[in-house]
């Protein structure tokens, strides 16, 4: 009998559902008799010890299906050694909860911030394996995250809804494509969808080269300009500023976010009309793609497999093609970003894409 604990737990995004299946299909063709408790809205649901049991039907029809269907929450990691508002001590409330539950293991799927509290509950003696899930795609020790093609999908869906109305009326658009601090989703969708300019955090960007770019196209005969410029988008100057000057800065900023602050610019330049569109949220929501249900079905089963050999302290993950397993200690707390040297992006620049560096 393997008692198992599962939790989705920050930003959620498409294929959580798939993953949870593959786990659960996995092991219950192995023939060992399993329960699943499903933790709440992310580790708050073990915390709080607020959880459902699961059985098979709970994962019946839900290969296609987006969301998750344990719900999720951000639980902050520099937040989880510090006692909630009624003293409560979280990592031990965690592991009072995973040993009061005879637990096996706990399955955890999420992004970064969940892979450092995985870790420390890892280091704090619980069994552990973690699923990749993020349309980010900045996990560190996975060449690929869930996610993030459905993402793509999306934000180039959007970029190919805007391409006709701009050519249509000769304008500057923006579409503004969800990464804070990585740029991975917006330079796949910004090339999937022919941007000419793509502006992502790794690259800060001088508004000086976007308004050449602007103008290049336009003396060689294109009426319109296509941005896609990631949230986290940072300009030469702002790079530079340490964070203490930065904050001080963003406490008068004027604009909802740096994409309206670009199109300002831009306008003021050049006098030409620019557009702002974010898709925001509905790059995280809605089915998963096929690819993302088959990639989430592969590492849910390679989960399961290792849950039934007591295989602890990885995440599973996807590394040259293949299916890894990788030590939680070497995830938490790194980002994957896109090296400003990294070939796909040599690769845009051949093509014309302007990065405005
Ligand atoms: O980490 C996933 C993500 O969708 C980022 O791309 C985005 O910047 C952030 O989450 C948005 O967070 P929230 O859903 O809390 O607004």
New binding site residues.
């Given amino acids: 009998m393997k008692r198992i604990g599962m939790l989705t737990s920050?930003?959620d995004c498409q294929a959580l559902n798939a993953a949870m299946r593959g786990v659960v299909k996995c092991l219950s063709c192995s023939g060992e008799a399993v329960e699943i408790y499903g933790f709440l809205e992310g580790y708050k649901g073990l915390i709080y010890g607020d959880f459902r049991m699961l059985t098979g039907a709970d994962f019946s029809g839900i290969l296609t299906k987006g969301g998750t269907i344990l719900g999720s929450s951000?639980t902050p990691f520099k937040l989880m050694r510090e006692p909630d508002e009624n003293g409560l001590d979280k990592v031990e409330a965690m592991k009072q909860n995973y040993y009061k539950l005879k637990l096996d293991c706990l399955v955890i799927l999420g992004?970064n911030g969940t892979h450092k509290t995985a870790n420390m509950l890892r280091e704090e003696g619980l069994n552990v394996v973690t699923l990749p899930k993020?349309?980010?795609n900045d996990l560190w020790g996975t060449d690929m995250t869930f996610g993030f093609q459905s993402a793509v999908d999306i934000a180039t869906d959007c970029i190919d809804c805007i391409h006709t109305t701009a050519a249509s009326h000769g304008r500057i658009f923006i579409v503004e494509v969800?990464?804070?601090k990585v740029g991975w989703?917006t330079l796949n969708a910004g090339m999937a969808g022919g941007a000419d300019i793509i502006l992502i955090p790794e690259i800060p960007y001088d508004i000086d080269k976007i308004v050449e770019a602007i103008e290049g196209r336009a003396k060689r005969g294109s009426k319109f300009t296509i941005m896609a410029v990631a949230?986290g988008a940072i300009s030469k100057a702002d790079a530079k500023l340490s964070k203490k000057e930065y904050k001080e800065k963003m406490k008068n900023y004027q604009y909802p976010s740096v994409s309206y602050e670009i199109a300002d610019e831009i306008q003021k330049k050049t006098g030409l009309d620019v557009r702002v569109t974010v898709p925001g949220?509905t790059?995280?929501g809605g089915s998963p793609c096929p690819y993302d249900r088959v990639f989430a079905t592969r590492l849910g089963a390679e989960a399961g497999k290792m849950i039934l050999n007591g295989e602890y302290g990885f995440m599973v993950g996807y590394k040259n093609r293949e299916i890894v397993k990788v030590p939680l200690e070497e995830v938490a707390g790194k980002l994957k970003m896109v090296s400003p040297d990294a070939t796909i992006v040599q690769e845009a620049k051949l093509t014309g894409i302007s990065f405005g560096d």
Wanted: glycine share 26%; charged share 25%; net charge neutral.
């Fill in positions: 920050g930003g951000r992004g993020t349309i980010d969800m990464g804070h989703l949230e949220h790059q995280r």
